[in-house]
């Protein structure tokens, strides 16, 4: 393999003789316009503004409908804002900040920075507030756009920074101290021209710091021919033109989403729809409403779309999954021949679902997924993967759409050069570029400038990869993140990330190295997945995952094994584009080692958007109801990181209290699926605006609210007639045979079983064969009539076809206390018995756990009898993580009926108080049965 091979496809010149890089496949690149210098930003606008004027521009979703642009309305604005900013001092050599959310306002501050002659110094919206101020102080910026909520921070930073002269709010109302972006507008000049100005392809435009995923950010100086290359050589490669229509998702202020969503549609003439949050439902609906063709995301984003059109496919039943698997065979097997347009057809309900119109994907930010990558082409979409830094304005390698190479991001750019320095054995070394699109520099940094760029100009990514003989590029991860074992053998952390995270047990991983007695050994910090984080304590999903990485790890060299980890149930930090944030990583990982795997984690600081939300109102009303009625909550500093489990110490019960708090705190209807996605405070507060600002707005809510449906319990879904059923006779009988003759259960006050209906029984758990124990003992007119709550799980097992005709009820369990205390509601008022397990689940050391509220609350609610039952032995009989052991020397088996007692009871006996909580009762239960 060559060290370097240039990819310098052409070269033209202008009329002046100059030399001059451009595409000659592009009509609005002639070379003959010797009025533009295709390698000036601006130039490029202004041809296209010019051919454009009538299209729609911009589109954004604000209440029920969306408001337009188009090019000639978007010009205006920029003429106006251009000639009031250059009033305001904005020029060559002055710098003026944005930050905020994805509209076009944002994207129009930009432009109208740089058409005045300054250089626009875009902000990620979810940096700390630390250093929001340190890039202000850096950068002098004189004129500040924001969004509403950073309006009191800017203020603030005006009175201690007097260079800043303006501050502009981009969307609403404009505070004391600021000027609305109306304003603004109007106190320019419509008419004065703001494209026809000169520049040249070294003038400075945007200065755009990095998001430092392994140490300090740096002010990336980007020059108006840096930001030419996606126009000049992406367009024709993506095959892409005016009549597309850009889904703009991904952060503006970072470097890809600018330049996928801004810098290629306004210099082609597309139309870009706005989507100021990143969260499914909102995507896909602007994705189908606005007809979009071209979707630029970061692979987490693309794996959640295809995993929820997999999702759908799999609720529509079997036959639906029998056709598309059929379909699927069809497209692997002719797509290849017949192409993309024979594949969409085959997949047209997919595509209708998405609004007929999307064809390209266009995938950055990290390598997509194998699966994933081969799922989306045979469902007729294009796909693409790129690769780019801040430091070359995102894309400077691109795969071509008429050749897509899942896990390479294609050959170079036309007018810069590639190469890989100090390839090894394997052809992996070092990625350098050097051309038109690679940075000036380090803005006022010039020892971090010459850093990475050579005595020959190359510019140094830091990148690993290897180039193959037609110049395709394959990244194989970063080099600083490269570990290097005591062996002298490399593992690429990259590499083992995508391999992990393909288990569906885990959701995230992050891998690493640290020294471990002098070696150095891979390292990795672990999020599992939803399901196993909401049913498990970190220390039981610790063995679950550790489990896992074994059984992954055998197909795996020795030395590439995972050899450490920790256990996280929080997201990853990663920057803007979802890469991991490996300083941040490996400090949580060394804050669990300290503190031997608690949740005292890492003091990673709050991002503005953090710290801002802890002041609003809905954070306040929700912080305050924790800390009254959850004692862990007084004790703990509350923030929108706070796991409400595993921090806060919020149980099912509390988080159903929690919700109903909000919607009677905040007149609002929380739907059911809502309850099962919180976990952290963040997610509650953030629910509770979302769902604020829709009604603000008059969008209907339509799923009926948690207290809602607790008063209106589906009866229709239980059947609760008596079972007299052959088999569930044969088959209790067969149980009490094992039971009396292997374990010899003795049953004791039996007659309080049947002396009150209806009533709860309430029994410790320690093993698997505790509710059989229990109904075995029950008299038969008493048993047919008392119901226990299953998982719903129970449906997949062997066991169902006699469980079925039993008087188990499955339910969806895993965090839904909504549907089981339904459930338990209904078979209270029917007249039927419920048994109650208050643990929630079997002890793993046979000793009595704590009794969760439940009971309490069933109590309360119903007026129902509790009937305490103690059961000994079980634990013994069948452990956890064993099979039944039928020889059990000495074993005391018992099943122990107390008295029936109703809250009045244990008011009287001075159990409880003259006003208990669900919390009391749940413990004097347990108390009483614990001593039986």
Not at 844 to 857: D, I, L, N, Q
């Amino acid at each position: 393999m060559r060290k370097d091979m240039p990819a310098k496809e052409y070269l033209l010149y202008n009329r002046a003789g100059a030399p001059h890089y451009g595409n000659p496949h592009n009509p609005l690149l002639s070379p003959e316009d010797a009025s533009m210098n295709h390698l000036v930003y601006t130039d490029l606008l202004r041809a296209s503004f010019d051919a454009n004027a009538s299209r729609s521009c911009f589109h954004i979703k604000r209440g029920p409908v969306y408001q337009s642009w188009t090019y000639a309305d978007v010009r205006r604005d920029l003429n106006a804002l251009a000639s009031a900013l250059s009033a305001a001092g904005i020029r060559r050599g002055v710098n003026a900040a944005v930050i905020g959310e994805n509209i076009p306002e944002w994207v129009i501050a930009h432009h109208g920075i740089v058409l005045a002659g300054g250089c626009a110094v875009p902000i990620d919206p979810n940096l700390p507030e630390a250093e929001i101020r340190e890039i202000i102080r850096i950068t002098e910026a004189r004129v500040v756009f924001c969004s509403p909520v950073y309006a009191s921070l800017f203020v603030t930073l005006s009175r201690e920074f007097p260079f800043i002269k303006k501050v502009v709010i981009l969307d609403g109302s404009s505070p004391e101290g600021t000027e609305s972006f109306a304003s603004i507008l109007s106190s320019g000049d419509p008419t004065a021209d703001a494209l026809a100005g000169t520049f040249a392809p070294d003038d400075p435009a945007v200065v755009i710091f990095t998001s430092g995923t392994t140490g300090k950010a740096k002010g990336v100086v980007l020059p108006q021919r840096a930001l030419t290359a996606v126009h000049n050589h992406a367009v024709p490669r993506m095959r892409v033109g005016p009549d597309d229509v850009m889904l703009a998702v991904l952060p503006l202020h970072h470097c890809y989403g600018f330049a996928a969503c801004v810098a290629v549609t306004l210099t082609t003439g597309m139309s870009v729809v706005f989507v100021p949050v990143i969260k499914g439902p909102l995507i896909v609906a602007a994705v189908r409403e606005m007809h979009v063709s071209i979707l630029p995301a970061v692979p987490q984003m693309l794996e959640s779309l295809y995993n929820n059109i997999r999702r759908g496919v799999q609720e529509k039943g079997s036959a639906a999954r029998t056709l598309f698997a059929m379909l699927s065979a069809v497209s692997t097997t002719l797509g290849a021949v017949l192409g993309q347009s024979f594949r969409r057809a085959l997949f047209g309900v997919v595509h209708r679902n998405f609004g007929g119109r999307l064809r390209l994907i266009v995938s950055g930010g990290s390598s997509l997924k194998k699966s994933y990558f081969d799922g989306f082409r045979l469902l007729g979409f294009d796909i693409v993967e790129g690769y780019g830094l801040t430091e070359t304005f995102g894309p400077i390698t691109l795969c071509p759409a008429t050749r897509p190479l899942q896990a390479s991001v294609g050959p170079v750019f036309p007018e810069n050069e590639m190469r890989v320095d100090k390839p090894g054995a394997d052809g992996i070394g070092e990625v350098l570029f050097r051309g038109i699109t690679v940075f000036s520099g380090y803005y006022h940094n010039e020892d971090a400038t010459r850093a990475v760029f050579d005595a020959d100009g190359w510019f140094h990514t830091g990148d690993l990869g290897r180039v193959t003989e037609d110049r395709f590029l394959y990244l194989t991860g970063r080099q600083k993140d490269v570990i290097i074992l005591n062996s002298g053998k490399n593992v690429y952390p990259d590499e083992l990330e995508e391999y992990f995270q393909s288990s569906p047990l885990i959701d995230e991983v992050g891998v690493f190295g640290t020294t471990e007695n002098g070696d150095e050994v891979v390292t990795a910090i672990v999020v599992p997945n939803r399901d196993t984080r909401r049913a498990n304590k970190p220390d039981k999903a610790h063995q679950i995952i550790a489990n896992e990485l074994i059984r992954m790890s055998q197909s795996l060299p020795t030395y590439k094994k995972i050899a450490k980890f920790a256990v996280e149930y929080q997201p990853l930090p990663r920057t803007s584009t979802r890469k991991l944030k490996k300083p941040e990583i490996k400090a949580l990982y060394e804050a669990a080692q300290r503190s031997g795997g608690s949740r005292q984690g890492a003091a990673v600081p709050l991002s503005f958007l953090e710290s801002a939300l802890v002041d609003t109102e809905e954070f306040q009303a929700i912080a305050q109801f924790l800390r009254n009625s959850v004692p862990r909550a007084a004790s703990i500093t509350l923030t929108p990181r706070s796991h409400l489990e595993l921090d806060v110490g919020l149980d099912s019960l509390k988080s159903l209290d929690l919700v109903c708090m909000i919607e009677e705190t905040f007149h609002l209807s929380v739907p059911t699926e809502a309850l099962l996605k919180l976990e952290t405070l963040g997610d509650a507060v953030n629910l509770t605006r979302e769902l604020r600002a829709a009604a603000d707005t008059g969008v209907p809510t339509t799923a009926p609210g948690i207290r809602q449906q607790l008063a209106t319990a589906p009866a229709a879904r239980l059947h609760l007639a008596e079972n007299n059923s052959a088999l569930l006779q044969a088959a209790i009988a067969a149980t009490r045979a094992i039971g009396r003759t292997f374990w010899h259960v003795k049953v004791r006050g039996v007659e309080n079983a049947g002396s009150v209906s209806p009533v709860i029984f309430v029994a410790n758990h320690a093993s698997l064969v505790d509710g059989v124990w229990l109904l075995d003992a029950l008299p038969w007119p008493v048993r047919r009539r008392t119901f226990i709550l299953g998982k719903s799980e129970l449906r997949k097992s062997p066991l169902w076809a006699v469980l079925s005709r039993s008087n188990v009820i499955p339910i969806e369990r895993t965090g839904d206390v909504v549907e089981a205390l339904i459930a338990s509601r209904h078979i209270l008022s029917n007249g039927m018995n419920l048994v109650i397990h208050p643990e929630g689940t079997r002890t793993r050391s046979g000793a009595m756990g704590a009794f969760k509220p439940g009971v309490g609350t069933l109590m309360l609610e119903t007026n129902a009898a509790v009937v305490p039952v103690r059961i000994r032995g079980s634990f013994r009989a069948w452990p956890a993580e064993h099979l039944p052991r039928f020889v059990a020397p000495g074993l005391d088996a018992s099943v122990t009926f107390g008295a029936p007692l109703t809250i009045r009871d244990m008011q009287r006996q001075g159990l409880v108080g003259d006003t208990p909580t669900a919390e009391d009762i749940a413990e004097s239960l347990r108390g009483i049965i614990d001593g039986m």
